[in-house]
């Protein structure tokens, strides 16, 4: 499902050289490289190096060089190994996956995931011990063995990777970054079983798709934004049954939150349930009632989520923003197995990341469908064009002079073939408030994959696209919140111009865990994956019944002053709101129906 990446940077220099570089790195990966001098004493070895495809970030094509990191700088990197059976691990998702399928729903344990397809044990020490010949500290390794966190300075983790840690200027963005200058190279051996490294470079810094309106206000009091009787009644999902009870869902964050603030929304809306939780990993320790940037997502996910379903226990998995962050939360949540949904409103676009680190976050993402895990992702709030950045609107070379509109992306990991994502909607409520109508929101994240291949779930061939399914998040037609960290109000209040995708996913999440309640009560599996019973439904007589279809609005330019291309909704499925948004008793009923 891998397929070589199509640049899709801002202009023509920076596209010229990104072929360039995808070409060097395609040869790269082929070629058998004679062992150079060995840096460290005692690490000499005969043994020839392997270059690793895609180890490379595509943001250092026609970004100027500044020169090689401090010997003495520190770099905490996370190295990621191969599963086992990879083609045998895909046959069994899209069985377990797939209603009417002899194996659907009879997902595994994380033991007994490990035991088929996980590194093994064998690899695992193959790997340390030669990180720890180079000089490196290995911190840790995950419970699902898939990967192992080393720290170490600059010179050694050159001479470990046979790179150079290198800083960059990059010239549209103006920024400075570091990343390698070559992709990594390992012992044959060592190469075998490494499928990439995560942490080299900082050029990933994954943004959240929280957004409020410029006009925001707060307030002490309660808001007239959307309340969850109104959002739980505009699609149904008070009509699902249940409340949560005895279900467990996974809030990805890259940032903390204040239990304060999350029992005021709950006293407010008489919402009962277990106390928040978190799982802190590499050195993350971000809840209390100091204000962090990024609390606002926090918050947003955790009331919206008890909005729907206020009995559930929710886990909040937070790390440091980084790429090895995003590599370490997945892992623990999976190897963890307590969650069955995994909410997620952070991501990145695709064509900043590289394809390596890509791929491993993916690999964790089997992993999650094979044990019966639900992944609902935000696609992001500046509609086709995902590589905007909201700090530099007006990008200038290292001339001054002006660089052309940016180009059509997607964001990641909503883009992952084994990820449902979520764009959003602009919802309208009669009077009584009940549901009236949908449009797509112009910021609704929405397009064609430059990564991957579209899945056999999809119909139509060619790319990946997304997103799967949409729900309420332009923030004209905002939740009403009481959190922190909006534009206008760094202390906590109410707001009622909360929206973005990051409103969408963890409703979807939500839903996810009131289906998952319904089903262990009928003795039947959990949502799982969910897009091949997704689109299955789409694509029969229940559509209608299932999904409110949404044909009016367009993604052509969400914030981005320069836009003018993009998506419109029509009938069906389409790139701004995928199949649609919820009518939850009805797409619960044809789920458990066998997904008919």
């Not at 309420?472 to 906590?492: C, H, I, M, Q």
Request: charged content about 15%; proline content about 7%; hydrophobic content about 35%.
């Amino acid at each position: 499902m891998f397929r070589p990446r199509v640049p899709i940077r801002w202009d023509a220099w920076h596209q010229e050289d990104l072929v360039k570089l995808r070409h060097l790195a395609a040869v790269a990966a082929l070629s058998l490289l004679p062992l150079g001098s060995p840096v460290l004493a005692g690490t000499a070895s005969a043994e020839p190096t392997v270059a690793l495809a895609g180890t490379v970030t595509p943001a250092t094509a026609g970004a100027q060089r500044q020169g090689a990191l401090p010997a003495g700088q520190q770099l905490s990197v996370a190295v990621s190994l191969k599963l086992r059976n990879s083609a045998g691990l895909d046959r069994f998702i899209a069985e377990v996956s797939t209603p009417g399928s002899a194996e659907h729903g009879h997902y595994l344990t994380p033991a007994q995931f490990a035991a088929r397809y996980a590194p093994s044990q064998s690899d695992v020490q193959r790997v340390r011990a030669y990180l720890r010949g180079q000089g490196l500290t290995v911190t840790a390794v995950s419970a699902n063995r898939q990967v192992v966190d080393v720290t170490g300075g600059a010179a050694r983790i050159d001479a470990a990777f046979h790179t150079t840690e290198t800083s960059y200027l990059d010239r549209a963005d103006r920024r400075t970054f570091y990343a390698p200058d070559k992709a990594v190279s390992l012992p044959a051996g060592v190469a075998s079983v490494v499928s990439g490294i995560s942490g080299l470079d900082n050029v990933a810094v994954h943004h959240h798709s929280a957004v409020t309106r410029a006009d925001e206000s707060a307030s002490a009091a309660p808001t007239p934004g959307l309340t969850p009787s109104q959002y739980d009644s505009a699609y149904h999902l008070d009509k699902v049954g249940g409340h949560g009870d005895g279900q467990t869902v996974a809030l990805f964050e890259l940032a903390g939150y204040n239990p304060a603030n999350l029992a005021t929304y709950d006293q407010q809306y008489g919402l009962k349930g277990p106390a928040v939780s978190t799982v802190s990993l590499d050195g993350a320790h971000y809840d209390g009632p100091a204000w962090t940037s990024g609390e606002d997502e926090v918050e947003m996910d955790s009331e919206i989520i008890r909005g729907v379903a206020p009995q559930a226990t929710q886990v909040v998995y937070e790390a440091p923003n980084s790429d090895q962050g995003e590599i370490d939360i997945y892992n623990r949540i999976v190897s963890d197995g307590r969650a069955t949904v995994i909410s997620n409103s952070w991501g990145e676009c695709e064509d900043v990341e590289a394809d390596a680190h890509l791929d491993a976050v993916n690999d964790i993402f089997k992993e999650a469908a094979a044990q019966g895990i639900s992944t609902f992702s935000a696609t992001g709030d500046y509609g086709y064009q995902d590589c905007y950045s909201p700090d530099d609107p007006n990008p200038k070379d290292a001339d001054g002079k002006p660089v052309d509109g940016y180009a059509a992306a997607v964001d990641f990991p909503a883009s992952s073939p084994y990820d449902t994502a979520v764009g959003g909607t602009t919802l309208s409520l009669n009077s009584d408030g009940s549901y009236n109508s949908e449009s797509a929101w112009s910021g609704g994240g929405g397009g064609e994959s430059a990564v991957w291949d579209k899945p056999d779930w999809q119909p139509g061939s060619g790319s990946r696209t997304v997103p799967d399914v949409a729900s309420v998040a332009d923030p004209k037609s905002g939740f009403n919140l009481y959190t922190a960290g909006g534009r206008n109000n760094p202390a906590p209040a109410w707001s009622p111009t909360n929206g973005g995708t990051s409103a969408a996913a963890p409703l979807w999440a939500g839903f996810a865990v009131l289906y998952n309640q319904n089903a262990q009560a009928q003795s039947k599996p959990n949502l799982g994956f969910a897009n091949p019973a997704l689109y299955r439904i789409a694509g029969g007589p229940g559509y209608a019944g299932a999904f409110n279809d949404i044909t009016t609005g367009t993604n052509k330019s969400g914030q981005v002053p320069q836009g003018d291309g993009g998506f419109a909704a029509g009938p069906g499925y389409d790139e701004v709101t995928g199949l649609g948004s919820p009518i939850a008793d009805g797409l619960a009923g044809a789920l458990l129906g066998g997904g008919n």
